[in-house]
């Protein structure tokens, strides 16, 4: 008779204990930038008024690109270094996706590594895929 | 208004955004987005950038508590994400082309259908003969239960992809997790029991939101003043509505949350539909 249920196997366990370790590391390493590069924004902005955000200036407002982004957590740009945390943020799933991919392998289960590899894909077009507009 | 007491007003914003996300089901992006633009009049595009890192960062939090526990079905997780991911990406691409007041009436219906999702029955009952798609994309699985692994299968695995596009759409469209559309899609559809459908879909809205976010960020959306203290107000709330969670039943506040929930909703769409936004 067939077996109708996949049974977890102990290497599913070890990677689901992995992914949920690499995904904790990520939300805190993003939320560590965040903060730093928030509280040096607070320092030399706090007692500036607040932008006006009901107007929508999109990149005019900079750092929304990588490399406008490294260039400004690397010279000590507090918005630079939010937006560094942001794109950790931003990677921690991503990253999840290709965990799991090296996981299915290892499994050698042959149409997971697909699937998996299908949706990463799918966000490597997202973000080289020059979407942006 | 200064930066700082607009960041301080905004960050305990965002703490009891996440904390009721939290203890609702909804998660944290749901609350963000009528908190910044009705609340701060900040415009709708920024709420969305800024409700989709409040997703992202509060699905990667809690799905690394669940996974760990083993109640995530991953196969059924990543095989649904082809289906999301696709549609967080045109979602991105065709919110160019949509007026905000669409976006925010749209986003007021999904207000609405989310508070019915959240007091609705929960399916609890276990399916013990899936279909042949099922088993072909080995989809069924087991969970923890009170008395050992419970297994379960599940059935209309197309429908439920087709339904986990149109969840993908939304949260492109209009920032948010659609947690709603996803257990629709795997609690009602494909037969899942609750438990598993509320982790796996958790687990997959974190995928989702960084689909469409580096689209978004490449185009603006994210501006740090704003992200700043929403990533930091909804990470914290939903921690302490985790913690929260362990020790109370939130069925009365549910309830109020819906009520109150539903009222944002109704602004949100009369306010789109007078070209407030």
Redesign the interface.
Known sequence: MKN?????TSA??D???L???Q??F??IT??LI??I??LI??KQ???????H?????????G???LDEIFKGAYTVN??GI??L???A??????L??AF?LVGFIIEK?K??TW??F??LV??M???FGG??? | ????T??LILLAGAYLAGLVGSLTGLGGGVVIIPLLTLV????I??AIGAAL?AS??N???A???Y??E?I?N??LG??L??AT??G??GG??IA?YTATNTIAILFGAILLFSAYMTIRKKNQEVLTTGSNMA?K??L???YPGKDGEV?Y?LKNVGAGFSIMTLAGVLSGLLGIGSGALKVLAMDSTMHIPFKVSTTTSNFMI??T???????Y?????????????V??GV?AGAFTGSKLLTRLDPKVLKYIFCVAISFVALEMIYNGYHHQF
Do not use: C, W
Not at chain 1, 53 to 61: D, N, Q, R, S
């Open positions: 109708l249920i996949s049974k977890k599913d366990h990677i689901e204990r992914i949920g370790l995904l904790r990520g939300v993003a939320s965040v903060l590069g928030g924004y607070l902005f706090g007692a500036q008024a607040v932008p955000y009901h107007l929508f200036i999109g990149t005019k407002a750092y929304t690109s507090a918005k939010v937006e945390g942001v794109v943020l931003i990677i921690t799933p991503i999840r996706i799991s289960d149409l997971y699937i998996t299908t949706v799918i966000m077009t997202s973000i979407l942006k507009i | 208004m200064t930066i700082l607009f960041t701060f009049h900040v415009d595009r920024y890192l992202i960062a699905s990667s939090g799905a690394s508590a996974v760990k083993g995530t991953i196969r990543m095989f994400e082809i991911t696709i967080a990406v991105a691409v160019v088993l994309m080995k069924n699985s087991t297994a299968q974190g995928v939101a960084a689909a469409s976010a580096v689209i960020l490449q185009r603006g959306y994210m501006d740090a003043g704003i992200a700043f203290p990533v930091l990470l």
